[in-house]
């Protein structure tokens, strides 16, 4: 769910009106100005929140923009969650989804796009060189091969680049990550157009690209995040990984990282993000708002240039590369639906602080339903297990098979109570010590670890040399995610876990552990 902030007009007759069917109305005496809500794709913001403040500052009608993650906003308007006006997801394909969801026809079968950017494969050079590239092509039937035979690199003479490590971002939020899944059952089904219902479910296609999936070594919340991950942690967190364009052009500007990453468009085709400029034809938007929307438009389109467009890294036009054709709704519908069956599973231990400290600012209870949210997401092939720290490090569940770990981390869940003041680093210690032994190459291994970080430092130097000490592979090494509350003092200690264990480190107050929560399990 996406908590979105409610804009309140105070009207000079001292009478307040908020309106959450996206068109807010505020009167004076004089004139009405009416308010548009506008969801935009969070990579576009760049492009368009100048322009955005620039129509507002000349206009009576008032776009109220939200940059949002086009899963998530796709999400939230079929569950009329989000009343937006207009909408500019990263694809159309995120329109057609929103149209089967909503059991409805809300969205134009053509709209504007406002710029567009190719999907490539992201790879480190020295390994694109090795495939042949610039000269060769290289298309998902190398990359695949790649990533799921077990020869790995050996195959083209390198033995020392170890196994191929594919990347992708969640389809469930990040067109790259949907894409990247319809990409592999287009290669599978040996096509570039008129993917079926049929295609998909055919048992020989479904369990290729399941062989696929759990060939992959992470997962991803976006593509920015991905990348920076590889720029942090090099080769040995990914080799390759299915981004648009734009982001390795900002990668290379911006990397830390010797090794530039290239841009491979695959072969046999690959998908075009091409922005559209929606204007919902959903219930809550009345003849006003589409007015009003239809004159921002009208204003919007000619502003975006060519050059404004390459200074954001876009094209203004879809490039001149060789397309796959998207996916009607329902395709699209089934093949998400399938990632969520055949995607690789995780073995996640959760660690939960329950010092006396965490029983102050609601934090105790904010834990509780992040990690109900957490559970949620989870599938039925993952493990899960549950410790606490407090006045002694407890393995309240064992790691184990979600459908029997899951409804007994829940009941352990509704019965933390805070008590004793033992640092968590213990804890995780344990945890890490559990998924470790299960050295299983088949799985994403992670800890996920909540802590107001109160307390002394206890069992954190030993902590830490047992996490420098792991191998990258895939299989021995086990990645520490960590979620510090704002306020407490303890993003140093729980920042330099996650970056040591080529995890990622989050933040927040107790309205937003959830949220963070939610935004973990998109790594598995």
Do not use: C
């Not at 297990?385 to 409804?407: A, E, F, K, M």
């Not at 802590?451 to 191998?471: E, W």
């Amino acid at each position: 769910m996406i908590a979105r902030a409610v804009r309140v007009v105070i009207v000079a007759a001292a009478v307040a009106a908020v309106v959450v069917a996206g068109v807010q109305r505020a009167r004076d005496d004089t004139r009405a100005a009416v308010h548009v809500r506008y969801v935009v794709s969070t990579d576009a913001k760049g492009l368009l929140q100048p322009l955005v403040e620039t129509f507002n500052r000349t206009h009576d009608v008032q776009v109220d923009a939200a940059y949002v993650n086009s899963g998530q906003a796709e999400e939230a308007l079929a569950s009329g969650n989000d009343r937006a006006v207009l909408w500019t997801p990263a694809s159309s394909l995120w329109g057609r989804l929103l149209d089967h969801d909503a059991h409805a026809t809300w969205v134009a079968a053509h709209n504007h796009s406002l710029v567009s950017s190719p999907e490539v494969i992201a790879m480190w050079k020295n390994l694109a060189v090795a495939l042949g590239w610039p000269d060769a092509k290289i298309g998902w039937k190398e990359v695949l091969a790649l990533a799921t035979s077990g020869s790995g690199w050996t195959a083209y003479g390198h033995p020392e680049f170890g196994p191929f490590r594919l990347g992708h971002t969640n389809p469930d939020i990040s067109t790259s990550g949907l894409t990247a899944v319809a990409s592999e059952y287009y290669a599978v089904t040996h096509k570039r157009t008129d993917l079926s219902l049929q295609d998909i479910r055919r048992p020989a296609v479904r369990a290729s690209v399941r062989t696929i999936e759990r060939s992959i070594v992470h997962y991803g919340e976006t593509a920015k995040a991905f990348t920076e991950q590889m720029d942090q942690y090099g080769r040995g967190y990914a080799h390759a990984v299915y981004v648009q364009e734009r982001e390795v052009l900002a990668f290379n500007r911006k990397r830390r990282h010797t090794t530039p990453l290239v841009r491979v468009v695959p072969a046999e085709g690959t998908f075009v993000a091409d922005y559209p400029l929606i204007v919902l034809r959903a219930p809550w938007v009345d003849r006003q708002a589409r007015a009003a929307a239809a004159e921002f438009r009208r204003w919007l389109i000619p502003r975006i240039t060519a050059s404004l467009a390459t200074a954001n890294d876009f094209h203004l036009r879809a490039p001149a590369v060789r397309t796959l054709a998207l996916p009607r709704s329902e395709v699209l519908a089934g093949l998400r639906d399938n990632w969520h069956a055949d995607r690789k599973p995780a073995n996640v231990v959760l660690v939960v602080d329950t010092s006396l400290s965490m029983d102050g600012a609601g934090r105790l209870d904010a834990a509780r339903l992040g990690l109900l949210s957490f559970l949620r997401e989870l599938s039925s092939e993952d493990r899960v297990g549950l410790v606490t720290s407090g006045s002694s490090v407890t393995t309240r569940v064992p790691l184990g098979d979600v459908r029997h770990s899951r409804p007994a981390v829940i009941r352990a869940v509704s019965q933390l109570s805070a008590n004793g003041e033992l640092a968590v680093y213990g804890a995780v210690s344990r945890a890490l010590a559990q998924v470790r032994s299960l050295r299983d190459p088949a799985r994403i291994n992670a800890v996920v670890v909540l802590s107001d970080g109160a307390g002394t430092s206890a069992g954190l130097d030993r902590l830490m040399r047992s996490i420098r000490s792991q191998s990258p592979a895939e299989g021995t090494s086990v990645r520490v995610f960590t979620v510090a509350y704002a306020s407490s003092g303890s993003g140093g200690a729980l920042a330099e876990i996650a970056r040591a264990s080529r995890g990622a480190f989050f933040s927040g107050g107790s309205k937003d552990i959830a949220s963070l929560y939610r935004t973990i399990s998109l790594y598995f």
